[in-house]
């Protein structure tokens, strides 16, 4: 089973870039078995997926995201990671990430790491 | 985008009471896309129920998922002082992931 951890700056101001990077052990991210993901959840609220990619590069983001999210993969560290441009308040969450066993045809996450939480305020 | 609301949003039981929690969704979900999480506070959600029914690994059996087309339940048969924390049901459609705003299922 992999682990993931994450990491990134915690604080930001609004319109600056968030940039979070995912870690994976214990499992190369390139042996095609995981869709790689990032969800977050607000403060207080229910929990949003913003979008996956898969070890190809191939990616799927949230239609409501869509226009603000990379999520990019780097197979040399073993990690993939999330831009969300243009950041507000409402960006304020504790950001996930979390895979999806390809194998096993059921959507669902199966891992999950323990989530970072980023602030942006002025 | 399919919403899905969770009831009640708190529970209130006794260790040993059987717990039910409701999940329903805005439109048809597939019963192989419907998935139940627990998350207590400052740990990573854990997967318990897939694909409607099918229990994760390491799950225990007091564990079970029901329902089809737009209505689901996770039933915890007896309750244990470790089951106490928030549970949120997920469901793949339409090319997107939704999840519930949560039950939060508290000590009585």
């Known amino acids: 089973q992999v682990q993931l951890h994450e990491s990134g700056p915690g604080l930001l101001k609004p319109s600056q870039t968030l940039s979070l990077t995912c870690t994976v052990s214990g499992g190369s991210i390139s042996n095609g078995g995981y869709y790689w993901s990032w969800i977050r959840q607000h403060p207080g609220k229910g929990l949003e997926w913003i979008g996956y990619i898969y070890y190809s590069g191939n990616t799927y983001y949230n239609p409501s995201l869509k226009s603000r999210v990379i999520i990019s993969i780097d197979t040399s560290r073993n990690q993939f990671s999330l831009r969300l441009s243009s950041v507000t308040a409402a960006d304020t969450a504790v950001y996930y990430c979390?895979?999806?066993?390809?194998?096993?045809?059921?959507?669902?996450?199966?891992?999950w790491g323990q989530g970072t939480l980023v602030t942006v305020s002025s | 985008e399919t919403v899905l609301t969770q009831s009640p949003g708190t529970l209130s039981l006794s260790p040993g009471e059987r717990a039910t929690l409701s999940c329903r969704a805005s439109?048809?979900?597939?019963?192989?896309?419907l998935a139940w999480y627990q998350h207590k506070s400052g740990q990573a959600p854990r997967v318990l129920i897939y694909?409607?029914?099918n229990r994760a690994t390491g799950v225990p059996d007091r564990f079970s998922g029901s329902g089809s087309g737009t209505a689901f339940t996770l039933t915890i048969s007896r309750l244990e002082p470790e089951d106490f924390a928030v549970y949120y049901c997920q469901q793949y459609g339409n090319s997107s992931y939704t999840f519930g705003r949560g039950t939060k299922l508290e000590i009585k």
């Open positions: 439109q048809r979900v597939s019963s192989s896309y």
């Open positions: 694909g409607t029914s």
């Open positions: 979390a895979t999806e066993n390809v194998l096993i045809p059921a959507a669902h996450f199966d891992n």
